[in-house]
């Protein structure tokens, strides 16, 4: 699976963007696909995951109730919204996909497979 993220930009305090992840090698089905960010000096982490069974989301409790991640399968395309963006966002966000493992957190980076090469999202204060 080839994951290719974009989206990113730069933007405003209190704006929004939305970043996609198209796959292409094959489709989503069956995967389980996350979003994870990385800022400069700081470890990746979790963002927001998505499962391939019964599509439950589960978001980062600083991302909650403002970033939304969605799928479409048709389009094999994941998509993270982000509303309500701060300062403290600004990172590079990658798209992550494994083979759909129910019984595994989706918090964990090392669980998944297939990376995205990452987009940028510098938010200005």
């Known amino acids: 699976v080839q994951l290719q993220a974009c989206g990113g930009g730069l933007v405003q305090a209190g704006g929004s963007l939305r970043l996609s992840c198209a796959a292409s090698?094959?489709?989503?089905?069956?995967?389980?696909m996350g979003w994870f960010r990385q800022a400069p000096g700081k470890e990746r982490e979790f963002v927001a995951g998505?499962?391939?069974?019964?599509?439950?989301?589960l978001h980062a409790d600083s991302v909650k109730g403002r970033f939304t991640i969605s799928r479409d399968s048709a389009k094999n395309t994941v998509y993270l919204q982000m509303n309500s963006l701060k300062s403290e966002d600004t990172a590079v966000y990658y798209c992550?996909?494994?083979?759909?493992?129910?019984?595994?957190?989706?918090?964990?980076?090392?669980?998944?497979?297939?990376w995205g090469q990452g987009t940028l999202v510098t938010v200005s204060s």
């Open positions: 992550a996909a494994r083979a759909s493992l129910y019984s595994v957190s989706l918090y964990h980076a090392e669980t998944f497979n297939y």
């Open positions: 090698g094959r489709t989503f089905s069956g995967y389980d």
């Open positions: 998505i499962r391939w069974i019964g599509t439950t989301t």
